[in-house]
T-cell receptor
């Protein structure tokens, strides 16, 4: 089975801290994605990557950056966390978009 | 503007009832996917529909893609408490098909 692993399920960070959310997939997928999910707003795409060192902005990239130095790893970075970035963050990977696999999610609280 | 509109937003029913949830758009899709998400977990793919008019069945779940490929429905027969969750539809973001966008989902609660 494909496994997408998000390193932290629950994090609490202070405003202004730099936050790293790590995601690793074990199926050699080219495509990887970061979404955030908020009540009433659904899943919104932050960034995606279709190859190593490649990245594309999604719908809401402001306040975030990403890094893809290795094919299996896609990191989401909050340079200076703010309270409005409190959310559930979902990483996903795929070869083709008809089969996309999600991690279990990372719950981030910024205080 | 939300590309994918899902309705209803919330649905609370008793075990054994039937239900239908909808996913609509003004755009034509090359394909559409349905996901189910349980509380505290990531979404899991249920089905992909590709052909206009296509009907797919997954046990008690029936998925239909509209003839014009602008809408889709999910029908659940004899709902069970295990069907409780958030049902999401999704499609590709752009012509290149390099990312998925999601509707806001239908939250289903089935009580016994």
């Amino acid at each position: 089975d494909v496994k997408v692993t998000q390193s932290s399920r629950y994090l609490v960070k202070r405003t202004g801290e730099k936050v790293f959310l790590e995601c690793v997939q074990d199926m050699d997928h080219e495509n990887m994605f970061w979404y955030r999910q908020d009540p009433g707003l659904g899943l919104r795409l932050i960034y995606f990557s279709y190859d190593v060192k490649m990245k594309e902005k999604g719908d809401i990239p402001e306040g975030y950056s990403v890094s893809r130095e290795k094919k299996e790893r896609f990191s989401l970075i909050l340079e200076s966390a703010s309270t409005n970035q409190t959310s559930m963050y979902l990483c996903a990977s795929s070869i083709l978009l008809d089969t996309i696999y999600f991690g279990e999610g990372s719950w981030l609280t910024v205080v | 503007t939300q590309l994918l509109e899902q309705s209803p937003q919330f649905l609370s029913i008793q075990e054994g009832e039937n239900l239908t949830v909808y996913c609509n758009s003004s755009s034509v899709f090359s394909s559409l996917q349905w996901y189910r998400q349980e509380p505290g977990e990531g979404p899991v793919l249920l089905v992909t529909v590709v052909t206009g008019g296509e009907v797919k069945k997954l046990k008690r779940l029936t998925f239909q893609f509209g003839d014009a490929r602008k809408d889709s429905s999910l029908h659940i027969t004899a709902a069970q408490p295990g069907d409780t969750g958030l049902y999401l539809c999704a499609t590709t973001l752009n012509q290149a098909g390099t990312a998925l966008i999601f509707g806001k989902g239908t939250t289903l609660s089935v009580s016994s």
